[in-house]
């Protein structure tokens, strides 16, 4: 018998040990063993193996990272993957993430003991990146497969996949190909052997299919083997993560994921100012000199575009919010004549939109600001203090606005505010902590969810009693009405001083130059659009529930949002199958999901909670006031105190929820189906 293989069958001996009973023991069948809800994940510093990770991490999913570079690392052996508990055999990881297929050396006692331990408990293993081989049960490429860039191509779920882990998807993957000039993916597709079934192929040499991911049925064990390289950024993995986790739980594990989407029109009622393109800059600002942009030409809906709105979202199925400045809109109206087409239209339609308290008059919040500098700073009393907006002018913005709206017959939250230009909130550098009168006006007003930008706080965070939404700015600019305006804007932004720019893009490191400045006829429909949409997209496939946020003028002229959300809502829906819809949420119902996934990653942190498999009954306690996610295949059952009900609500082919344990229960106890 060769080395590895005596070595694996005496470390599956004593697995086995703690399995079957002795000899002096009742002929029953041994305990199924209980079987912990976590992902043992051995990493060596790549790509693939991070991108796994923070999957599990961004869906709630824990698991245990052991780091090959690490000397102090676990060593990996019996002892560390199992033991008894109660008398009951424990498998301590549901699944196993490794690098490659022989992560530990082929011959290593590490591989040996994780062989045994996958056979012994049937524990599923994804092997995160390789090459196609007959050890991971595919022929090599050169025997009718191929190996190269795979950027641009697309790829097929197949039957199987459809009807296992990749149900929720269409059918079609495409690599990303976002510059031509450089190898973004590089992929092994090789012809399955005995026991491999392809999950997701790709068209092979001569004929047929060869496989880019695919479980390899053998020797008592599964592997998920996957032959492509990718990171956590990419479409392909963002699309295909779901899939890949729902195989190495088996589809049941802690977290849940959902593709959300939603978009705040800020502004409305109000006009915004216009670019410049003579000065390169937006009369009204502190750095353009000369000029009020809102009075100068002001960019505004009118009713025809309010009318377009409605209509728009009809046949796209999805529902804007409307955050709303009434004191602007009223302000307009005494200005012009008297009357209002635009807020007599938006009002008429006001059912068919969301709408969010952005501040009477969307005045700034925070510091009181001095202008006589670039860029402005806080105004300071002569001791020095700075000078604040008070509580009575930001307590009196929020409620003249809830109660205009209420009179308007529109249905309004008053738990949500967006503060114009997120004022109010710490804004660095000038003015590093929030205005202290802030929280204390939320609360006069009832407020519970106050946005933030997320490009400058990404996390949310308490703002006394209330709590922030981080939202993504949409690179539509607030003050272009029209396509060549964007694109001139963009090209004074994104190009060099050679080229005409401002240049940002040479000293900022975050940022890339443009080759060459767009056409101002073209530019945006053929480079701005396809690039915010992936941007938009990237966050919605992403388990990301944070809001996105435009301007009222995007809705106007030119109606430049439209054709970001159009490509989004199209690209997403080529992606995913009817089971899997996009989730539009409120601004509150934001808030409540980032508060709960920070609750539980506290939880997880801390080591409170327990979750565990055995059989078909799966056991989940988690500290009081603490709810937990949980997903689950469909026909599962949550147990009552008396019977059960059926559990969560159903997404991607799966069910899954937020839930707690019911009333006089200590623990969450879900019942799986038996077929």
Request: net charge negative; proline share 6%; charged share 20%.
């Amino acid at each position: 018998m060769p080395r590895n293989a005596r070595t694996a069958a005496l470390v599956a001996a004593a697995l086995l040990a703690t399995v079957v009973p002795s000899a002096g023991a009742s002929a029953a069948a041994p305990p199924d063993p209980r079987v912990d809800l976590t992902v043992l994940v051995v990493d060596d510093g790549g790509s693939a193996v991070e991108a796994i990770i923070a999957e599990l991490r961004s869906t709630g999913v824990p698991y245990r990272r052991v780091d090959l570079a690490d000397s102090g690392r676990p060593v990996i052996d019996a002892g560390f993957l199992s033991d008894t508990v109660s008398g009951r055999p424990r498998a301590k990881y549901q699944g196993v993430v490794l690098p490659h297929e022989s992560a530990f050396g082929p011959d290593s006692a590490e591989q040996a003991a994780l062989t045994a331990y996958e056979q012994t408990f049937r524990i599923p293993q994804v092997d995160a990146y390789t090459w196609a081989h007959p050890g991971v049960g595919l022929d090599y490429t050169s025997e009718g497969g191929w190996s190269g860039s795979l950027d641009g191509s697309t790829a097929t779920v197949t039957t199987a996949g459809k009807a296992g882990p990749f149900r929720y998807l269409d059918g079609a993957v495409t690599f990303e190909d976002n510059d031509p000039t450089i190898s973004e993916s590089y992929g092994y597709a090789g012809r399955p052997r005995e026991g491999f079934t392809s999950l997701l192929d790709v068209p092979a040499a001569g004929g047929g299919r060869a496989s880019l991911i695919g479980e390899y049925a053998h020797d008592g064990r599964r592997e998920l083997v996957v032959t492509f390289a990718y990171n956590t950024y990419q479409r392909q993995f963002r699309v295909l993560a779901r899939g890949i986790v729902e195989w190495l739980t088996e589809g049941v594990h802690l977290g849940q994921s959902r593709n959300y989407f939603s978009v705040h029109v800020d502004d409305v009622f109000a006009p915004d100012a216009r670019w410049d393109a003579a000065r390169n800059c937006t009369p009204g600002d502190f750095d353009c000199p000369g000029g009020d942009g809102e009075a100068e030409n002001p960019i505004r809906m009118t009713a025809a575009d309010a009318t377009y709105a409605a209509t728009w979202q009809k046949s796209a199925g999805f529902t804007l919010d409307m955050v709303y400045n009434g004191g602007q809109g009223e302000q307009w109206k005494t200005e012009n004549g008297g009357t209002d087409p635009l807020a007599a239209r938006l009002i008429a339609d006001r059912a068919q939109y969301r709408w969010i308290n952005h501040t009477y008059t969307h005045p700034f919040l925070g510091c009181v600001q001095d202008n006589s500098t670039v860029p402005w700073q806080c105004a300071k009393t002569a001791a020095g203090a700075t000078l604040w907006t008070s509580r009575s002018t930001i307590s009196g913005q929020i409620r003249d606005n809830h109660n205009w709206a209420i009179a308007k017959g529109i249905s309004v939250d008053r738990t949500e505010l967006v503060t114009g230009e997120h004022s109010g909130l710490r804004t660095a550098p000038q003015q590093p902590a929030d205005n202290p009168h802030l929280s204390g006006a939320l609360a006069d007003n009832g407020v519970k969810w106050i946005a933030s930008d997320n490009s400058r706080e990404p996390q949310q965070r308490a703002v006394g009693a209330a709590k922030t939404v981080p939202r993504h700015p949409m690179n539509v600019y607030y003050n272009v009405g029209t396509a060549a305006e964007m694109a001139d804007e963009y090209n004074w932004i994104y190009t060099s001083r050679a080229d005409g720019g401002s240049g940002i893009c040479e000293s900022n490191p975050a940022s890339t130059c443009l080759p060459a400045p767009l056409d101002t006829a073209t530019g945006y429909a053929g480079h701005i659009v396809p690039q915010e949409a992936r941007t938009a997209l990237s966050h919605v496939v992403a388990n990301d529930p944070r809001p996105h946020y435009v301007h009222q003028s995007n809705l106007a002229e030119d109606r430049l949002l439209y054709p970001v959300l159009d490509r989004v809502l199209a690209d997403y829906r080529g992606l995913y199958a009817d089971n899997a819809p996009l989730v539009n949420p409120r601004q509150r119902d934001v808030g409540v999901e980032l508060e709960r996934r920070a609750a539980w990653d506290r939880a997880l942190a801390a080591g409170q909670v327990t979750a565990y498999r055995i059989g078909t009954a799966v056991t989940v306690k988690a500290p009081s006031g603490v709810t937990a996610p949980i997903t689950a295949p469909e026909g599962t059952r949550k147990q009552l105190l008396l019977g059960t009900a059926v559990f969560g609500t159903a997404y991607a082919g799966a069910r899954s929820s937020w839930t707690t344990p019911e009333v006089l229960q200590s623990t969450t106890t879900l019942k799986l189906p038996t077929a």
